[in-house]
């Protein structure tokens, strides 16, 4: 079994214990460690060879991650040249997340998918748009639409209330 129970960075220790070491996101005021092991383990499993530890910062928006020329149209994917489509984004259920920019020229703005990848809410109805995107319960995925010259400027964080300032995508990986 891998037991980690504290791990330093920036300066910050986070502290790693939990009951589910399958699927835990753990957060402290400066960002969120996405820690994840597949799989069933027991004494009897190989060892984790070279595991990481993928720490992402408040923005959960990645624009080198995206599907270029794609949008969603009633969930599904629809050709758009000017927008992009981001991978799938965890996140939490039953809890609120923040966009700083809001589409009104496209039907589905944002999709939300369960552990398996399967679409629990479509935004359908164009009257809609917001910046808030509460997660309903079973949430796990997000997938978010921007324009190409929205990229750069496109923030999607954890919470209820708008940030002062953009914050950029950051991603550090800890191999172990």
Same mark, same amino acid.
């Given at each position: 079994?891998?037991?980690?129970?504290?791990?330093?960075?920036?300066?910050?220790?986070?502290?790693?214990?939990?009951?589910?070491?399958?699927?835990?996101?753990?957060?402290?005021?400066? @960002?969120?460690? *996405?820690?994840?092991?597949?799989?069933?383990?027991?004494?009897?499993? *190989?060892?984790?060879?070279?595991?990481?530890?993928?720490?992402?910062?408040?923005?959960?928006?990645?624009?080198?991650?995206?599907?270029?020329?794609?949008?969603?149209?009633? @969930?599904?994917?629809?050709?758009?040249?000017?927008?992009?489509?981001?991978? &799938?984004?965890?996140?939490?259920? %039953?809890?609120? &997340? &923040?966009? %700083?920019?809001?589409?009104?020229?496209?039907?589905?703005? &944002?999709?939300?998918?369960?552990?398996?990848?399967?679409?629990?809410?479509?935004?359908?109805?164009?009257?809609?748009?917001?910046?808030?995107?509460?997660?309903?319960?079973?949430?796990?995925? /997000?997938?978010?639409?921007?324009?190409?010259?929205?990229?750069?400027?496109?923030?999607?964080?954890?919470?209820? /209330?708008?940030?002062?300032?953009?914050?950029?995508? /950051?991603?550090?990986? /800890?191999?172990?």
């Amino acid at each position: 079994m891998l037991m980690l129970t504290n791990v330093v960075f920036a300066d910050t220790t986070l502290n790693l214990t939990s009951e589910n070491p399958v699927e835990s996101i753990m957060s402290n005021g400066s @960002g969120t460690i *996405e820690f994840s092991i597949e799989g069933q383990f027991n004494e009897d499993s *190989e060892p984790l060879v070279n595991p990481t530890i993928k720490v992402v910062g408040e923005n959960l928006f990645d624009k080198n991650n995206v599907l270029n020329g794609y949008r969603f149209n009633n @969930g599904e994917l629809y050709y758009s040249e000017k927008h992009r489509m981001s991978d &799938y984004i965890p996140v939490k259920e %039953n809890t609120n &997340y &923040y966009r %700083n920019i809001k589409y009104n020229d496209c039907r589905d703005n &944002y999709v939300v998918y369960d552990k398996d990848k399967n679409k629990l809410l479509v935004l359908n109805n164009p009257t809609s748009y917001t910046n808030l995107l509460p997660m309903p319960a079973g949430a796990r995925f /997000i997938r978010v639409v921007a324009t190409k010259d929205d990229l750069n400027k496109y923030h999607l964080i954890e919470g209820s /209330i708008a940030p002062t300032e953009f914050k950029p995508y /950051i991603q550090i990986n /800890i191999h172990l």
